[in-house]
């Protein structure tokens, strides 16, 4: 393995990390609660993120670049609104989905999902924005290294 493709990896596991600090944070200052499954959370989010929002991803980067239209700020608004059709997919992966779900992204629950993928999707965008052009990625590294720390804390905390 290269270590541009390590890079890659860590850029998408330290993005899913944001997500998940990003969910339990609003969880607790939202709602004063704090994560009580872990489990659960990690099984709704994980497999959507890994599979569908990466996938979107891509495609996204791919239009852009056929489009010549690649810049950081179109990468980034395309991810944040790919973000949303894995809030959805989230109802459906354990058999949810009614036409009653369609405003499941609107409900507090479906806003703390879009919450987590929209950061994701963020710090994804970054990470692979200084990938892509070859930037200094000493700070997408520095920012991911907090979200790790403030990952280990939150888990240690609940």
Do not use: C
């Not at 709602?31 to 497999?47: C, F, R």
């Not at 790919?82 to 992966?93: K, N």
């Amino acid at each position: 393995m290269k270590k541009s493709d390590l890079f890659y990896i860590w850029v998408f596991i330290s993005s899913y990390l944001a997500g998940v600090v990003a969910y339990t944070l609003s969880l607790f200052l939202l709602y004063d609660e704090k994560m009580s499954d872990w489990g659960q959370l990690l099984m709704w989010t994980a497999p959507s993120f890994f599979t569908v929002t990466l996938l979107l991803f891509l495609l996204s980067i791919l239009l852009l670049k056929l489009m010549n239209k690649y810049f950081l700020w179109t990468q980034t608004l395309l991810f944040t609104l790919a973000a949303i059709v894995p809030v959805y997919s989230i109802t459906i992966l354990p058999g949810f989905w009614n036409f009653t779900s369609s405003a499941f992204l609107f409900s507090p629950e479906g806003m703390l999902f879009y919450l987590f993928f929209f950061i994701s999707s963020l710090m994804s965008s970054y990470g692979l924005w200084i990938a892509h052009k070859r930037h200094n990625n000493k700070s997408f590294l520095i920012l991911s290294f907090v979200v790790a720390m403030m990952f280990v804390i939150i888990v240690a905390w609940n």
